[in-house]
T-cell receptor
């Protein structure tokens, strides 16, 4: 199993450009998450999904949109990139159980907005 | 939501036990305490979690106080590869377990 993979690994954008980050998981997990991590900070939740076709806002959703058309994929879109969105983006997935909900993270996408 | 407090940094000699403390005085009765670590700039890695009893797995041990207000992650024989930022997390309850990451403890393992 590849686990959680993210595409691309690195990207540089100009202000106002758009892009989509792809997250894929092959563990048949129901839940998927997008986080961002700024330098010296912990991770903050952007959006999450509890199943195919569903999405919900996290702590810092402004400026981002998401879609979960297939169970294994979770897309994060930036419609008009801003320098404040320069960050490392992590995707995670989990299969909620009765006693725990361990999340598995991807390797991250490093985004710079100039 | 539970809030956690951790020391910003700790040092540990290689081969010694690393004991990382965490205060979570507001954790509710049905909330688990999770520990993750992040090595360099990689994605966070799950270590262990617990509710009220002590837990042990191949990576670490978790000691939770009886009043559940604090816990300690123990790496029994720290190696240089254990150098990382360790996050103690008390998850929210609800539809999805949305992990709330603080700034964690930066553990430096030295020779």
């Amino acid at each position: 199993n590849a686990g959680v993979t993210q595409t691309p690994k690195f990207r540089v954008l100009k202000t106002g450009q758009s892009m989509t980050l792809l997250c894929a998981q092959d563990m048949n997990h129901e839940y998927m998450y997008w986080y961002r991590q700024d330098p010296g900070m912990g991770l903050r939740l952007i959006h999450y999904s509890v199943g195919e076709g569903t999405t919900a806002k996290g702590e810092v959703p402004d400026g981002y949109n998401v879609s979960r058309l297939k169970k294994q994929n979770f897309l994060l879109g930036l419609e008009s990139a801003a320098p404040s969105q320069t960050s490392v983006y992590f995707c995670a997935s989990s299969y909620p159980g009765l006693k725990s909900d361990t999340q598995y993270f991807g390797p991250g996408t490093r985004l710079t907005v100039l | 939501d539970a809030k956690t407090t951790q020391p910003p940094s700790m040092d540990c000699a290689e081969g010694r036990a690393a004991n990382l403390p965490c205060n979570h005085s507001t954790i509710s009765g049905n909330e688990y305490v999770y520990w993750y670590r992040q090595i360099h700039s990689q994605g966070p890695q799950y270590i262990i979690h617990g509710l009220k009893n002590n837990e042990t797995n191949e990576m670490a041990s978790l000691i939770i106080t009886e009043d559940r207000k604090s816990s300690t992650l123990i790496l029994p024989h720290a190696t240089l590869r254990d150098t990382a930022v360790y996050y103690c997390i008390g998850p929210t309850t609800g539809t999805a377990s949305k992990l709330t990451f603080g700034t964690g403890t930066r553990l430096q393992v030295t020779l």
